[in-house]
């Protein structure tokens, strides 16, 4: 399973992005499917995921980003508003399959500057 991530760029604090990602099966074969983070010198955190029952955000980032699934185009995405400097890092895609493997794709980099 290939999972490929777009949308990443530099942004003006402020500003606003969307992250898609495009496994390479269908967004519904997937237990869980979320984006995470690493910026430099820190731990990769989670951002956002999709549950079977529940949508889990990283409390610090409520209000500013949605995660969705768009169906028609079988991409999970990541809609991301008022963007902070403290937001810049490598953004990675995140499937969870059945027996629980996780899948990752190859990161998508977000700068946020003035």
């Known amino acids: 399973v290939q999972l490929q991530a777009s949308g990443g760029g530099l942004v003006q604090p402020g500003g606003s992005l969307r992250l898609s990602c495009a496994p390479s099966r269908s967004i519904f074969s997937f237990v869980a499917l979320g984006w995470y983070r690493q910026a430099p010198g820190k731990q990769r955190e989670l951002v956002a995921r999709?549950?079977?029952?529940?949508?889990v955000y990283a409390d610090s980032l409520k209000g500013r980003f949605t995660i969705s699934r768009d169906s028609a185009k079988n991409t999970l995405n990541l809609q991301m508003d008022n963007l902070k400097p403290e937001d810049t890092a490598v953004y990675y895609c995140n499937a969870v399959r059945n027996d629980f493997y996780n899948y990752w794709g190859q990161g998508t980099q977000v700068t946020v500057s003035s």
């Open positions: 999709i549950e079977p029952s529940k949508t």
